[in-house]
């Protein structure tokens, strides 16, 4: 680097001033001004106007320029040194550019402007150390000393200390502004320049004790900003005193008092020192008020005083403090004593009842506060600002830090990096919150930095404005520029906030004790015992397969896991949840937004633990499709789907494969898809009975639309010809009703209609065909639930042909037909297939199932009979008849049979009657006078427990039953799933009993001649 002392050159400035529009162009607003400026220099001017015009305001560089040059007593050599030396140039003008406090400064001090010609300026660092040495001997105070004094306590010391400390502000401004250090240095350098002004403070308020004081140990703990070493360019500087007599004072309360006295001389002398105005300005405000009781408690107490008050009367935000609490000055020895004494008391705060709670509301409390005008504006305290960086971060520490010591960390940015590293924020969003609070913290730098200003409000002055974006090297348009990348950032932190601030698992880990947050096998045994596991040690086994190793991924388990065991513990099989859990988290692997899910998503986590410790149905699902947790978050992702909109999508995703195989495995993958999501639903209580029957209808009709399509195909495939007839598929039974359960089969009539021409036998054989293998495709063993296409109620059952025309099916009805057909076809629902023929058919049914006539005498008792038979005959040997839920007494058959006699015998003159659907006939029927209201509630209430009941053994099992369960674990299982407690499952089965039994009363009324 040329000598900052050279000779100036010869040519004058204003032979070489640019003209008024260049100096426009290059960022000047006035530029006459600026030209006028420019001309009293006495050097080449170029050179200093292309260093303005990096500056943040070029005008306000070249003004402040000449006062210095105006002010300096060597200005011959400041000359010389701005042409010759351009790293200072550039240095120089932009601090003036950017910075008018500082400015100020050189006006006063002049010769500080070499200080920026310091070859060794932007390459080397500063030791916190180095800082501390040079501002104590600008006091007068040795630094080799164990208690340094100042020479002097009088005013000359303090406006040294002032005129030391803005030098050393000036050399790292220059190197910010120049883009030679980042913010995160910026601002441990500024920590340790207040460290290092406190120390020197502390020197002269030494010097002004008498001679009388009684001696004492004196420490000041850093809090805050400074304590985390992430200071600002100008703010108050939090700290606690800590004091303790020097040697054994036991039992001698006088030279403690006394020593507490000198203490709080001490500390109240290095407030004033600090925070009040001389002719050199002043430093910051030194700001106690964290101290315990605050402003109304002793300013200095000792260590045990310090932690009794913790101990006893702390609130959480002083916890929550006390994370960025620092030695930063006075005696060392004793402030690591004091940090030893409280931090094991931070670690625990998260242990407090409500923790997260009372941190969420202080968070919510500071936003209240703030002045509306203010909110789009505050960099600090208003939404998307730093401050909802650092208390999500900060509270994502004291609840994970409990367990994790990796995580202790003061500072914001380097705790951040030890969350995402650990696998408590996720990478992206770990990134993303970095770069938006480094943006923000350098934004807040800069506009601390052009008056040396205590503020933390973006100006609304554009001149302020433009200043601001330049200095961010925001050149194109920077005011547009500048308020564009801010909403942006803000936008992203606040969204950020939100899902870490109020992630729902956050409040469940706190709950769990700081010892057992991280498991350990010593103590884990015992308490998986306590929580209900049968078998501990195969818990044990799970749970150490999946938190093993220093994986993002084990880590991530390692958080989720202690909440997770006491969800599973909550649900009816806690071992089976466990188990499951380990299994769809291998079988994920290292999908990456499986475990951040459960993670991040509080209420999926939840859920999926519930599930998987409640039902088998649901593990067997998830299990061939563990992608499917994904829409456990979400209630409305956990709404069934319209039938159109799952027939669209597995007809589209059997368009997609040219062999039936695979194309039948995408339909019934997608059924296995929406079977977990209605499933789910069910067990979450999301869905009331009548709508799980609706929607499992949906499914199977679906399936069966798309099944047929496939089969379509594969039949012409194998003909090398179209299929040489129409056909069309009728739902039947519960199918038909839109009443199906988990366990039922799709009933169904198959229509056909030979093309003009076709050979009937011909078409009939082909149609026969695609029944088959449609029925055989989806019937197909495999990874996905296997539907079957059951046709038994079809003219003559099992020994009738598969399919039939209309005219033989008119045939078949019109001399064949008995009455039970006929109630079989009260169920009868166009699914689809030709709608020509779908018509046809219900024209032909409607008649024979709404006869205008009724029933006959016999055709009542004949229904009568066929009942009793089905009562005796058909139920299980075994069964108990009070507690199947099918054929028992009250159960299904009772009521849907009572309600189907009512149908065959009114519908003709009862319109409302003519529905598939077991529900709307009996309301029809009360509507109509056919049942009594009280009636009709009895009867609802049975079918309804009993198809609930039904469905939960299935969800409960994996696999059907009609029956209530007699392996108690199972039954407990049922009853919690209908909502029962813990240790209610007889209470169940007695309130099922009662239930049907008033239902049977009601039948053995109404079902009769």
Known sequence: MTDARSTPSSTTSSDTTPSAADLARLGFSDSERARTSLADLRVDARPVVEAAAEAADPDQAVDYLL?????????????????????????????????????????????????????????????????????????????????????????????????????????????DLCGEVIV??????????????????????????????????????????????????????????????????????????????????????????????????????????????????????????????????????????????????????????????????????????NFVEDVQAMRRRVLDHIPAQELDRQLKLGPGGLRDVEFAVQLLQLVHGRSDPSLRIPSTLRALEALTEGGYVGRRDGAALTDAYRFVRTLEHRIQLARLRRTHLLPVDERALRALGRSLGLWSDPVEELLQQWRQHQRQIRRLHEKLFYRPLLAAVARIPGDDARLTPEAAEARLTALGYADPAAALRHIEALTAGVSRRAAIQRTLLPVMLGWFADAPDPDAGLLAFRQVSEALGTTPWYLRLLRDEGVTAERMARLLASSRFIVDLLLRAPEAVAILGDDASLEPRDREQIEAEMLAAARRHDDQANAIAAIRAIRRRELFRVAAADLLGLLDVDRVGEALTAIAAATVTGGLSVAVRAIEAERRRTLPTRLAIVAMGRFGGHEMSYVSDADVVVVHEPLEGVDEHEAAGAATAVVAELRRLLGLPGPDPALEVDVALRPEGRQGPLVRTLSSFSAYYERWSHVWEAQALLRAEPLCGDPELLRGFVELVDPIRWPASGLSERDVREILRIKARVDAERLPRGADPTTHTKLGRGGLADIEWTVQLLQLRHAGAVPQLRTTRTVEALRAATEAGLVEPKDTQSLLAAWRMATRTRNAVMLVRGRPSDSLPRDARDLAAVSRILGYGPLESSRFVEDYRRVTRRARAVVERLFQV
Request: aromatic residues 6%; neutral net charge; hydrophobic residues 50%.
């Open 184 to 353: 995160d240095d910026v601002a441990a350098e500024l920590a340790d320049l207040a460290a290092g002004a406190l120390e020197a403070a502390l020197a002269i308020a030494r010097a002004r004790l008498p001679a009388s004081a009684e001696p004492c140990r004196f420490a000041v703990i850093g809090m805050g900003k400074c304590g985390a070493r992430e200071l600002n360019y100008v703010s108050d500087v939090d700290v606690l005193f800590v004091a303790e007599p020097v040697g054994d004072t036991s039992g001698d309360r006088d030279r403690e008092a006394a020593a507490l006295r000198t203490a709080t001389q001490l500390a109240s002398h290095l407030m004033r020192i600090c925070s009040e105005h001389t002719a050199e300005g002043t430093l910051w405000p030194v700001d106690a008020a964290l101290r315990p009781e605050g402003r109304a408690g002793p300013l200095v107490r000792t260590v045990a005083s310090h932690l009794a008050y913790y101990r006893r009367w702390a609130k959480t935000w002083e916890f929550q403090a006390l994370l960025k609490a620092r030695p930063i000055a006075g005696d060392k020895e004793l402030g690591e004593a004091y940090l030893a004494a409280v931090t094991p008391l931070v670690w625990k705060a998260a242990d407090r009842p």
């Open 67 to 175: 006062a210095v040059l105006q002010a300096a007593s060597d200005r011959e050599g400041l000359e010389s040194a701005l042409v010759a030396d351009a790293a200072f140039r550039g240095r120089l003008l932009k601090v003036l550019g950017a910075s008018t406090g500082l400015a100020q400064h050189l006006v006063r001090h002049p010769q500080h402007c070499f200080e920026l010609a310091d070859p060794a300026l932007g390459a080397v660092r500063p030791a916190a150390w180095a800082l501390r040495d040079e501002l104590l001997r600008a006091v007068g105070a040795d630094p080799r000393a164990a208690e340094p004094t100042a020479t002097d306590g009088g005013p000359a010391a303090v406006d040294a200390l002032r005129i030391a400390y803005r030098k050393l502000l000036l050399r790292l401004a220059a190197r």
